[in-house]
């Protein structure tokens, strides 16, 4: 009797994947939904059945649901961890959590170097980030990795615009560091011409007291001739006897 309970367990496992997976595979992810809930649900689903249930759930805009599906299998996903961490990535990506993807996507390179995907998502999501130029060792890297890749005119394109961008910003600093360096030149010429003027200041300064001191002392000398002038003998007026 139990074997035949295991059995049947069994067998309605099996048919919930299998039968979740063909819904899946045919684009109906809302119908293949339950089934494939029903085989994740069992004690010994396979990874596959996991898979199939986190991206049913990113085509149908459930992603806090398919980001706890990827997270729960990651540390056991074994061979498929690369791929695991990958769609955990997008996860977030599609939530513009890219800093999150930016993790996932590191993890899935680490798991394996030469996924491809991995490389190219990382780079959007590092652009997004203001990465700059650890985007452009991605997106250069995806292109060796997948030299046929149908988006490699768009990367390239996009290579292009992000180098006439770096060009012309470092044309932009290089103008206006010499420009301040042009100012500053500028004002260091005049601080030295206004210190080589200030002792000829000084000395006209000085020859302006000279001159002022001087007309003070002729004008003293004409007051003490006039004060003199004015104090000769008086007239008394007396007529003289005869």
Do not use: H
Not at 12 to 22: R, T
Not at 166 to 195: G, H, M, P, W, Y
Not at 222 to 229: H, K, N, Q, V, W
Request: include cysteine.
């Amino acid at each position: 009797m139990a074997v035949c309970l295991t059995g049947g367990l069994l067998f309605a496992q099996n048919n919930n994947f299998k039968q979740g997976e063909l819904l899946f595979l045919q684009n109906k992810p809302e119908e293949a939904l339950a089934y494939l809930e029903a085989a994740a649900a069992a004690p010994d689903a396979p990874l596959q059945a996991y898979l199939y249930l986190g991206m049913a759930y990113q085509q149908l805009n459930r992603p806090d649901e398919a980001a706890a599906v990827y997270t729960k299998i990651l540390p056991n996903a074994g061979d498929s961890a690369a791929l695991v961490a990958y769609s955990l990535g997008n996860v977030y990506y599609g939530k513009g959590d890219f800093a999150s993807a930016e993790t996932c996507y590191t993890r899935a390179i680490d798991e394996d170097a030469s996924f491809a995907p991995a490389y190219l998502n990382r780079a959007n999501a590092r652009l997004q980030t203001g990465e700059v130029d650890l985007a452009v060792a991605d997106y250069t890297y995806y292109l060796v990795l997948d030299s046929d890749s149908p988006q490699r005119s768009r990367i390239e394109a996009a290579l292009a615009i992000i180098q006439k961008a770096e060009d012309e910003a470092a044309a932009e600093k290089q103008r206006k560091a010499e420009e301040e360096a042009a100012v500053l030149a500028q004002t260091q010429e005049r601080e030295r011409q206004a210190k080589e003027s200030i002792p000829a200041i000084l000395a006209t300064l000085q020859s302006m007291k000279d001159i002022a001191a001087a007309m003070k002392a002729e004008d003293g000398a004409d007051s003490a001739l006039d004060d003199s002038s004015a104090s000769g003998p008086a007239d008394t007026g007396a007529e003289e006897s005869p």
